[in-house]
């Protein structure tokens, strides 16, 4: 097994692995050329999307986070026109807001440094994947864990998938720094969280008594919890969407399925608050 360094920059973990080692990911290197990490975050404004959105109304409000992140890449690539995102997510399915709102607040502060980042529901058994400038790249459906939970227990990546225990088959809630590696017995893999054996992958079909391509072509996310952790996607989005836009690494977030959103994600509730309050004083002001 490849033996990854975390070393923490800006009050930030992040992972760098072995340089002689044929991994495409770089571990966002301290001397890399990518955005800085701003230390005076300013409060995401409140997202002016109805609770109840018409079909598809989220991707325009996902896809409008783009301006956020005008300059965040530079030039280059990503200031190329954009590419429309690739949509798998079953027809009248919506995004929740907390996805949405998340989203504009990595984009707005910088959270992932300019990195490209998925967001991750379980609840919904969702996927969402944006490049490094903001741009909403592709949403699907995804399998999760079978255990509801939000924890990795102690010593799990060092069993076999059959050692896993039922209750520990979890899919942990976080933010995770991960990148392509090589893996034991599935050759080069795209890590979430190495350090935790977790990985996004297409559609496993080694055990097919499980149906997971029906599974995830199912209309509805309440049988998309049969993984022993790891998050799998179709084979297509996966080859348009995952694989390029994660060449170099990226950043992941999992909401929590048990956790309040305000534990896992403490930097983002605290925006979310204080954007509430200033709204709350807009609107008595308007009032007089």
């Known amino acids: 097994m490849i033996a990854a360094v975390p070393f923490v920059r800006n009050g930030r973990r992040w992972i760098r692995w072995p340089a002689g080692h044929r991994i495409h990911f770089t571990a ?34 996902l896809c409008a986070l783009a301006l956020l992140g005008t300059g965040l890449a530079g030039a280059g690539p990503a200031a190329a026109q954009p590419v429309a995102a690739v949509d798998e997510l079953p027809r009248g399915q919506d995004v929740s807001d ?25 609840a919904a058994a969702q996927v969402l994947v944006f490049g490094g400038d903001g741009r909403l790249r592709g949403a699907a459906p995804g399998l999760f864990g079978s255990a509801v939970g939000d924890h990795t227990a102690p010593g799990i990546a060092g069993l076999a998938l059959r050692e896993i225990p039922g209750r520990d088959r979890t899919t942990p809630a976080g933010r995770f720094v991960g990148g392509y590696g090589p893996s034991i017995d599935a050759g080069r893999v795209l890590w979430v969280d190495y350090e935790s054996a977790v990985s996004i992958h297409p559609t496993a079909t080694g055990v097919p008594a499980e149906k997971r391509p029906e599974r995830l072509a199912s209309p509805t996310p309440d049988d998309n919890r049969i993984t022993h952790g790891c998050i799998n996607v179709s084979p297509e989005f996966y080859e348009r969407v995952v694989r390029p836009t994660f060449q170099r690494g990226g950043v992941f977030y999992i909401l929590p399925d048990t956790l309040p959103v305000a534990e896992v994600f403490p930097e983002f509730a605290a925006s979310m608050r204080s954007a509430q309050r200033k709204s709350g004083r807009r609107e008595a002001r308007v009032g007089r």
């Open 28 to 61: 966002l290197d301290p001397g890399a050329s990518h955005a800085p990490v701003t230390t005076d975050r300013p409060p995401l404004p409140t997202p002016s999307v109805p609770a109840h959105r018409a079909s598809r109304a989220w991707c325009a409000a």
């Open 98 to 122: 907390t996805v949405i709102e998340l989203a504009g607040w990595v984009v707005a502060t910088r959270d992932s440094e300019g990195y490209p980042f998925a967001i991750m529901d379980k």
